[in-house]
Nanobody, 120 residues
């Protein structure tokens, strides 16, 4: 089974920055898309940023221009650089990874979540 371990969350003031990391281990095949989601209390989990194996990225409008997603395929690690943080960015952030065998989707895996709090 694939295990995703997240790190990098914490408390930051508005306008500050944080960098989240997520390392996927135990993959027997290949990790295709990876992404970051967030879920605040009482809200649905939403996609913040996603990245393919070849580096194509997609961002939610709310974070475009402020957040940057990147990955290192060699160790299946995905990062989220968060700049110009706003209080509304406060949420639990979850890492996601999809395992595939060629074109066949094998499973979707989630990290344990890491708390990001933006407050003065």
């Amino acid at each position: 089974q694939v295990q995703l371990v997240e790190s990098g969350g914490g408390l930051v003031q508005p306008g500050g920055s944080l960098r989240l990391s997520c390392a996927a281990s135990g993959s027997r095949f290949s990790i295709s898309d990876m992404g970051w989601y967030r879920q605040a209390p009482g809200k649905q989990r939403e996609l913040i940023a996603a990245i393919t194996r070849d580096g194509s990225t997609n961002y939610a409008d709310s974070v475009k221009g402020r957040f940057t997603i990147s990955r290192v395929n060699a160790n299946n690690t995905v990062y989220l650089q968060m700049n110009s943080l706003k209080p509304e960015d406060t949420s639990v952030y979850y890492c996601h990874a999809r395992e595939v065998l060629v074109t066949i989707r094998l499973g979707d895996y989630w990290g344990q979540g890491t708390q990001v709090t933006v407050s003065s």
